[in-house]
């Protein structure tokens, strides 16, 4: 990459360069093209990165994937050089010492490893806060503090779902509503699920607002699938919406574009063309939503190029101090902002080879 990294610290200048910033590519250890593609996005997710590193300054604990991930993210912030490579050796040999899926040398899925990835360091985070907990609790009970009384039952109920709350929640989690309402006494119900990305459906010549829309449609549940209402003390006609009640920090979205059809026996790429902003304000949002009118800005698109799920490679493309760049694996490249329609995805689908837009992630601005 010598001649590639030079050419780019070229194209960006010394002047523009942003100090204390690195662009480094990634090595591809044989289809690991998916796994690179979304630590590249993540590490440019501003909240995570901050987090990772703030971690690895942190007390050594045993090896484990946050760990590895902190060394990668460390390597690439303190690097003497601007611009470069850097091989992620341990952070992949620990990703397939976890888990079997990745434990071979096929294309997957990085939708599903992003899924992982944040949900196992979710996982170690509330394992070691609950670890610290047990040792607290053990120093207040040998100081003697003396029972509490049950009175404080709901107040520790609360704080206990405080403290799984991690900064990996902090960044991604949302919340979603699920708004039912009887169209024969009008009452309505909601239940609340978390989520820490989005996945929509994607259809032709769209948009992401669109699709989010598509996501927020009032369907309504009549013969067989009448809703049991508890007002009425039977089942009746309903409608039923999903809004979204918490806004996250980063929005993930997922564009659904592997589709399973039955006459081929096996998912294919929906190549759809389907614009996402470099701005976005979702309009899906409950009534009670905290935080209705965040805007959001484009910072990473995980992109696939190529025919099908299982086959084809992952790039990224990052917006770094106002310019965007593409990673893909050891090669780095400064882009046109012009450039990015060209990841929407194709108008028609007589080509499905195509590089379309995959995972976006969306940062507030506030």
């Not at 001649?3 to 591809?28: C, D, R, T």
């Not at 045993?62 to 611009?83: G, H, P, R, Y």
């Amino acid at each position: 990459m010598g001649a590639n990294a030079s050419a780019l610290e070229k194209e960006i200048g010394p002047e523009q360069f942003p100090v204390n910033e690195h662009y480094f590519g990634l090595v591809n250890f044989g289809n690991t093209c998916y796994c690179n593609s979304v630590l590249q996005a993540l590490y440019f997710c501003r909240p995570f990165r901050e987090k990772v590193l703030a971690y690895k300054v942190q007390p050594r604990r045993k090896e484990s994937l946050l760990t590895c991930l902190a060394d990668l993210f460390n390597s690439i912030a303190t690097q003497k050089k601007k611009v470069g490579v850097i091989p992620p050796k341990k952070f992949i040999s620990r990703l397939r010492k976890e888990n079997e899926l990745f434990d071979n040398y096929m294309q997957q899925d990085a939708h599903e490893f992003l899924n992982y990835l944040l949900n196992t360091i979710a996982d170690l985070l509330q394992e070691e806060k609950s670890q610290e907990r047990q040792q607290n609790g053990k120093v207040v009970q040998n100081g003697g503090g003396g029972g509490s009384g049950s009175g404080s039952n709901t107040g520790e109920a609360e704080s206990a779902e405080k403290n799984q709350q991690t900064w990996v929640h902090e960044i991604f989690q949302g919340t979603l509503t699920n708004e039912t309402r009887c169209l024969n006494c009008e009452a309505v119900s909601s239940k609340d699920e978390d989520f820490l990305d989005l996945s929509v459906d994607v259809e032709q010549n769209t948009s992401i607002t669109h699709c989010l829309r598509g996501f927020s449609n009032t369907e309504t549940l009549c013969s067989e699938y009448k809703y049991y209402c508890e007002q009425c003390r039977s089942k009746q006609e309903a409608q039923k919406r999903m809004r979204v009640k918490k806004l996250p920090m980063i929005l993930a979205l997922h564009l659904k574009r592997f589709k399973y059809m039955d006459q081929l026996h096996r998912y294919t790429k929906l190549s759809y063309r389907v614009v996402f902003p470099l701005e976005l304000r979702l309009f899906n949002t409950s009534g009670d939503a905290t935080n209705p009118d965040r805007l959001y800005d484009l910072v990473a698109v995980v992109v696939h190029c190529g025919s099908g799920p299982n086959r084809g490679h992952y790039i990224t493309i990052v917006k770094s101090h106002g310019f965007w760049l593409l990673f893909d694996d050891d090669i780095v490249e400064k882009i046109d902002a012009q450039a990015i329609e060209e990841f929407y995805g194709l108008t028609s689908d007589i080509s499905k080879n195509s590089e379309s837009g995959y995972i976006l992630f969306y940062q507030s601005r506030d």
